[in-house]
Structures are given as structure tokens and as C-alpha cells.
């Protein structure tokens, strides 16, 4: 059975995120910044006709605290409590991996890494969406409908 | 014959990106910071951008029992369609105070104050101190 990812890139590196969050690829999008936001939750922007909270996933996952502007790339993707934006760099076609070639992630190398696929020495980690943006949820104090 | 659109007004306080809207119909007095005494929560730090901007006290909710909050920045009406106002998750308004983003041709310009909140809070927990506010003598 094989397992459907999505390559995304954060600054040089290449993450995988699971197919089935993701709804949408965009361009750079227009976002407001939240006044005082933490870094994680920076700001909003707007998606067929709601309001998106913008998760600067490269500070999350400590790729890099230079902030959400400058990527070319929006992925809209859902989660167990609503729906997020996450700006990337570069985000390349979904790809069909054998599930035993994803194997557990040793130590905690990045946050919410869960596996790890190892193509000829390239190492590219598998980030469990739902539970980085289940914990942001949390975090925030947000009800157990957020977002939705 | 189409349907109409409710059209919704705002007291907008500072310019985008860091302004701020309220509800104009919640928006009970505007006063100048000069000719205000008493207690109010320090807002002067959103909607700010206009760097010589003077100071508002805005009172806002009922009637008998508004909640003052200080502002800076230029004060304008807006309007908006019912449709370019749209709420805000959780995971947004819950820390930030807010309540919605007001978002014309799906581009999103200006947050609107949580001023339901603030009023069934009597502002307790809110993210702005209160302070005391005197008149210019």
C-alpha cells in the first residue's frame, strides 16, 4: 500500500507532508498581520471567502525565524480542527511512496517529524500536520471547534 | 429585482495594515484624548501607523456601562458588505481580541475588535492594561 506525499520546500530543505490535508496550492498570497501574533500564528489570509489563519510553518518546524513573507507558495490544508495556510518555498507534485520505505524518524531531529524516507542518502522528513496545527490550536486556548 | 446586500459600518482607527474597525452602531462617543478624564484600555499601540497621529477615546457597548478605549491614529467610517466581513477561527480571534477581518475583493484589510467580548468580560483578561486618560489643561 503505498502512501501519498507531497513534496514542500523550507528554505533548502525538503519536507513531505500526508496528500490528503492539503486542498490547495496557491501563489504568494496577501495576509494581514494579527497585531501582537506570536511568530507561529502570524497572520490571515483569505480563502474562498474565509478567513485562514497563516501557521509560518518554517518557524515551527525551526527551518528558520525569518517570517512568512517571501515564499512563493501557499498550501491551504486541512486538519482535524479546520483549515490552515503554510507558506512554502516550492511544493512539487504528489507522489505515490511505498509505505514501508517511510520509516520511523530516530530521535526528534524536527519537531512533528513522525518518518523519514531515504532516497540514495537524501533524507526527507515526513511532518505530521495534524498534530503541529492540533497543538497551535491548542495553544492559542481555541475551543475544540476552531477553525472549522 | 436582486437582493440587496446588508451593508455594514465601521469606525475604523489607524491605517492598514495596523488599523483597527469597530462596529459603528457599538460606538457611542468619540472623544479627543484632551477632553477626556478617567479610567480607559491602552489601545494606542494598534492602528498607530500615522506617527503624528492625535488621540481618541472611543466609548463603546451600552449605554449606561461603555467600556473607553484609547486609540491613535486617524478615525474614518467605513463601509462594508456583509459578505467582505468574515469571522475569524479560534485560533486567532481567542488570543488576539478579535473578532473578524474585513476583507473587500477578498483581500484582507482590517481586523475588527472582539467588543462582545470585551463587554461580557468587563475587559478581564484582555491584552491592554487600563490607564488613566486626563484632560489637557
Known amino acids: ?148 | 429585482m436582486p437582493a440587496v446586500e446588508p451593508a455594514l459600518k465601521f469606525v475604523v482607527v489607524g491605517l492598514a495594515p495596523a488599523a483597527l474597525a469597530l462596529p459603528a452602531a457599538r460606538v457611542l462617543h468619540v472623544v479627543a484624548e484632551r477632553d477626556f478624564e478617567g479610567q480607559a484600555l491602552d489601545l494606542r499601540a494598534l492602528g498607530a501607523a500615522q506617527a503624528d497621529a492625535g488621540g481618541h477615546v472611543l466609548l463603546v457597548g451600552r449605554a449606561g456601562d461603555p467600556v473607553a478605549l484609547h486609540v491613535c491614529g486617524g478615525i474614518a467610517l467605513l463601509t462594508a458588505r456583509a459578505s467582505e466581513v468574515l469571522p475569524l477561527p479560534d485560533v486567532v480571534s481567542r488570543p488576539a481580541w478579535l473578532s473578524h477581518v474585513i476583507a473587500p475583493r477578498g483581500l484582507p484589510s482590517v481586523f475588527v475588535l472582539d467588543l462582545a467580548r470585551l463587554a461580557a468580560s468587563r475587559s478581564a483578561g484582555c491584552p491592554w492594561a487600563a490607564h488613566a486618560v486626563h484632560p489637557e489643561i
Open chain 1, 1 to 148: 500500500m503505498d502512501a501519498h506525499v507531497l513534496p514542500i520546500q523550507l528554505d533548502t530543505s525538503w519536507f513531505l507532508i500526508e496528500a490528503h490535508h492539503v486542498r490547495e496550492v496557491l501563489g504568494a498570497e496577501p495576509w494581514l498581520p494579527i497585531p501582537r501574533a506570536r511568530g507561529e500564528l502570524p497572520g490571515v489570509i483569505v480563502w474562498r471567502g474565509r478567513a485562514v489563519p497563516l501557521v509560518d510553518v518554517a518557524r515551527v518546524l525551526g527551518v528558520s525565524n525569518a517570517g512568512a513573507e517571501g515564499r512563493a507558495r501557499t498550501l491551504i490544508v486541512h486538519h482535524d480542527r479546520g483549515v490552515a495556510a503554510l507558506p512554502v518555498d516550492a511544493a512539487r507534485e504528489v507522489r505515490a511512496v511505498a509505505r514501508e520505505d517511510l520509516r520511523p524518524v530516530h530521535g526528534a531531529p524536527v519537531p512533528y517529524a513522525t518518518r523519514e524516507l531515504d532516497e540514495d542518502g537524501a533524507v526527507s522528513l515526513l511532518i505530521d500536520v495534524n498534530a503541529l496545527l492540533s497543538d497551535l490550536d491548542r495553544a492559542s486556548g481555541a475551543d475544540d471547534d476552531a477553525g472549522r
